[in-house]
């Protein structure tokens, strides 16, 4: 009889303590498009750990390195290396950053076992065949995610509502961004009918080089149009060696003579711009760890909608704006981020 008793209790205790084993030690591979100092890829790393904060996971990681290395052989390559040491590492789920992350490792995972959870992507996941058309609020498989939709149009809206405000007619805004594919990206999106401004938009080329950037910086300058300013990662110098984004960001800030929107946090610290609407990468990240959770805890990816962060921030350089003479309404003051000092 006792020997009964202490097995039953035994079992009792084992299933008590089954869910707690099942989610000790759970394994989460993230797989990063970019580099490792690309300030995108910490900032989304940041956001993945805080929203797992608190649940037992180990961690492995891979860098496609695709920014700097654009060319397709180079992804080829590194894609082969990266399904090698998740093979290795034998994930529970695995998160996939941005886009060329997503097309390549998530859709080699699509319709299998494997959770995938993606965030940053910059185009339809029907374009990359991650799911079935009309069907990401119920993607039904086993990948989900988060999208990363700037807030393109809210933002042309308040830099011309400043503008105006200051009686400033300025009537074109120069698009400005480098030759990264998730320029190009952006680039559709704004030709896109459905994504229209107050503005009329000028496209120059993607700019490949420091020094074409420089001449676009001051042909804006010359025109008398406004700017949006997107990606500056890029650019090389003349040797063909990559600039670091923020010697470019830092530069802008010192010859840039007419109002600019951007939509990177730290082009705006730096004083690249007056304003802009921001989604961080650490929302990103952020919202995508949510979502890891879920999956973590038992709930099938294919419940889980595909959708992003639910708004960005204004965000108001206002040391810019006095350097430019520009007064800024006391309502968007109120509703903004502010920063004072670009040195800062």
């Not at 080699?108 to 009309?134: C, H, I, R, S």
Request: proline share 4%.
């Amino acid at each position: 009889m006792a020997n009964k008793f202490y097995i039953r209790m035994l079992c009792l205790v084992l299933l008590i303590l089954m869910p707690a084993m099942a989610a000790a030690g759970q394994r989460v591979f993230i797989v990063y498009s970019y580099h490792p100092d690309y300030f995108w890829q910490q900032d989304e790393e940041q956001g993945i750990k805080k929203a797992l904060s608190g649940v037992e996971i180990t961690f492995g990681s891979y860098f496609l390195d695709s920014k700097k290395h654009q060319a397709q052989e180079w992804l080829d390559q590194q894609v082969k290396i990266c399904l090698e040491k998740i093979k290795l590492f034998q994930p529970d789920v695995i998160i996939t950053c941005d886009d060329n992350a997503t097309k390549t490792i998530g859709r080699t995972f699509f319709k299998q076992k494997m959770p995938v959870v993606f965030l940053g992507l910059n185009d339809e996941p029907e374009a990359y065949g991650l799911v079935e058309p009309g069907r990401c609020q119920h993607p039904g498989e086993n990948i989900t995610g988060v999208l990363e939709r700037h807030y393109y149009r809210d933002a042309a809206v308040l830099l011309q509502t400043i503008l105006l405000a200051n009686s400033l007619k300025v009537k074109k805004l120069d698009i400005i961004t480098d030759d990264s594919c998730t320029s190009t990206i952006l680039l559709k999106f704004l030709r896109d009918e459905s994504c229209k401004t107050p503005w009329e938009l000028v496209f120059l080329p993607q700019a490949k080089s420091f020094s074409q950037y420089k001449e676009q910086i001051m042909g804006v300058n010359q025109s008398g149009h406004a700017a949006f300013i997107y990606n500056l990662e890029t650019l090389k110098d003349d040797a063909g060696h990559y600039i670091p984004d923020m010697d470019v960001v830092v530069w802008t800030s010192k010859h840039l003579a007419m109002p600019a929107v951007a939509f990177h946090g730290c082009y705006l610290e730096k004083g690249a711009a007056l304003c802009g609407v921001v989604v961080s990468g650490r929302t990103q990240g952020y919202y995508a760890g949510l979502k890891v959770k879920q999956i973590l805890g038992g709930v099938s990816a294919g419940e889980i909608p595909m959708d992003r962060p639910p708004k960005g921030t204004v965000v108001l350089n206002v040391s810019v704006a006095q350097r430019l003479g520009i007064k800024i309404p006391l309502e968007i003051l109120l509703g903004a981020d502010i920063i004072y000092d670009a040195e800062k």
